[in-house]
Nanobody
Framework: QVQLVESGGGLVQAGGSLRLSCAAS????????MGWYRQAPGKQRELVAR???????NYADSVKGRFTVSRDNARNTVYLQMNSLEPEDTAVYYC?????????????WGQGAQVTVSS
């Protein structure tokens, strides 16, 4: 089994920054994608950013230029640096682990981290 444990998140004012971390443990296939989804109240869960083991990244249009996803393959850890946060970024952020393809497949989820951005 694989377990994903998130840390970070919290309350920040608009324009501020936060960093999320997610560490994976267990039987992990080395060729994989890790990343972050978010879900705001009353909305569907959406992909925020993903990164493959080779370093290829994808971002939602709404966060491009503000968020940066990175990973430490040796530690099986993925990070999400969030800058210039906006109230619209308020959501529960979930890390995930899945195969490189298909890009939408998620095999494991983290427990979720609340991010609240005040105006």
């Amino acid at each position: 089994q694989v377990q994903l444990v998130e840390s970070g998140g919290g309350l920040v004012q608009a324009g501020g920054s936060l960093r999320l971390s997610c560490a994976a443990s267990g039987m992990i296939v080395s060729i994989n994608a890790m990343g972050w989804y978010r879900q705001a109240p009353g909305k569907q869960r959406e992909l925020v950013a993903r990164i493959t083991n080779s370093g290829s990244t994808n971002y939602a249009d709404s966060v491009k230029g503000r968020f940066t996803v990175s990973r430490d393959n040796a530690r099986n850890t993925v990070y999400l640096q969030m800058n210039s946060l906006e109230p619209e970024d308020t959501a529960v952020y979930y890390c995930y682990l899945g195969p490189v393809m298909p890009t939408t497949r998620v095999d494991y989820w983290g427990q979720g981290a609340q991010v609240t951005v005040s105006s």
